[in-house]
C-alpha cells in the first residue's frame, strides 16, 4: 500500500502503523489482524483522497488534515452489542449492587448529589440505554433517588447513532415486547427510535478510556460497566486503563467487566466480590483519591 491502496501494507509499513496507533490509543493489533487492518486502511485512504499510504501516514503524523485520526479509529473499533446483553449484570445491579450504594451513601433520603453510573464504551447506545429502561421498569427506588446515567465511547461514529437511538431488529432481540411497544416508535425498514425521554437521561461523552487527561473529567462514579474492551489492551494500555477506571469511582464503587475479562490479571488496586449473580469488582473505600 506503499504506492497504492490495494496491495496492502508492507511489513514495514505495519510495523509503523501499529506503534503510531498504539501511542495513541492504547489499542494494539498482532499479525493476525493484518487483513483488518489493511482493508481499513484501504477505506481510510480512499475516503481522505491519498494516492497511497505514504502520504496518507504523513498526513496523519503531522495532523495536517483534521479528523483523520478520528476516521481511522472509527473504522478500526469493534462496536458489536445489543439491548440486554449479558443482563445478568444488570440483575447483580439492581438486586445487590444499588442498595449497597444506597446503603453507604447514608440511604434514599440523606444522600448528597446522585447515584451516577457510567457506561464505557457505550458503542451505539445500547447498554447504557439498557440500564435505563431496567431501572425505570424494575428498580423501586427509582422515583425515590436521583441518577444519572453517562455514555463514552472513543469513537465518534457510533455516539452520533446512540444520540440518534434507531436500531434494527438484532439490536431488539432481547427487549420484551411490552417495552418495545412502550419505548419504541418504528420509524420505517424495520428501525425503531428510542423514546426521547430515554435517550434524554443518557448524558454521551468522547473519550479514550486510556487516556488519563481526558479521563480526568470523569469522577465519583458509584458505577462503571466497562465491558468487552479491556481484552483490546496489552498489559501496559489495560493497566493504566484500570488506573483511570480506578480515579473516575467513587470509594467503594462497582465496576462490571465483561465476561471473559478480569482485573485480577490487570491490577491489584481493585477488591473482586463474588456477588449471586457474578463477579464484580471494587475500588476499596479507605483507597487514595
Avoid at 71 to 97: A, P, W
Avoid at 109 to 138: F, N
Avoid at 143 to 168: F, M, R
Avoid at 222 to 236: A, T
Amino acid at each position: 500500500m506503499t504506492s497504492s491502496t490495494t496491495a496492502g501494507l508492507s511489513a514495514a509499513d505495519f510495523e509503523k502503523f501499529r506503534e503510531f496507533f498504539y501511542k495513541r490509543t492504547g489499542i494494539q493489533f498482532t499479525e493476525s489482524k493484518r487483513y483488518f487492518v489493511d482493508k481499513r486502511i484501504e477505506t481510510c485512504i480512499k475516503q481522505a483522497g491519498f494516492p497511497g499510504f505514504n502520504a496518507w501516514f504523513s498526513a496523519l503524523r503531522l495532523s495536517d488534515r483534521s479528523g483523520l485520526l478520528q476516521d481511522l479509529i472509527n473504522q478500526l473499533t469493534v462496536n458489536e452489542t445489543y439491548f440486554l446483553r449479558e443482563d445478568y449484570q444488570f440483575d447483580s445491579l439492581l438486586k445487590t449492587v444499588l442498595p449497597d450504594v444506597l446503603a453507604a451513601r447514608g440511604g434514599a433520603g440523606r444522600m448528597t448529589g446522585p447515584v451516577k453510573i457510567l457506561s464505557l464504551p457505550c458503542s451505539t447506545g445500547e447498554e447504557p440505554y439498557s440500564i435505563a429502561l431496567r431501572l425505570l421498569e424494575e428498580w423501586d427506588q427509582i422515583d425515590h433517588v436521583d441518577v444519572e446515567i453517562h455514555g463514552a465511547d472513543i469513537d465518534s461514529t457510533v455516539l452520533d447513532k446512540a444520540a440518534h437511538a434507531s436500531y434494527g431488529e438484532r439490536s431488539l432481540q432481547r427487549v420484551p415486547m411490552a417495552w418495545r411497544a412502550k419505548y419504541f416508535a418504528p420509524v420505517g425498514a424495520g428501525r425503531y427510535q428510542l423514546d426521547a425521554g430515554i435517550r434524554g437521561a443518557v448524558t454521551l461523552h468522547q473519550v479514550n478510556v486510556c487516556d488519563t487527561t481526558s479521563m480526568r473529567s470523569f469522577r465519583d462514579f458509584d458505577v462503571i460497566f466497562c465491558r468487552n474492551v479491556l481484552i483490546y489492551f496489552d498489559e501496559l494500555s489495560s493497566r493504566r486503563a484500570a488506573e483511570n477506571l480506578y480515579g473516575a469511582m467513587r470509594p467503594g464503587g462497582y465496576l462490571f467487566l465483561g465476561h471473559s475479562e478480569s482485573m485480577s490479571r490487570i491490577s491489584p488496586i481493585f477488591t473482586p466480590s463474588r456477588l449471586p449473580e457474578g463477579i464484580v469488582y471494587q475500588r476499596p473505600s479507605g483507597g487514595p483519591r
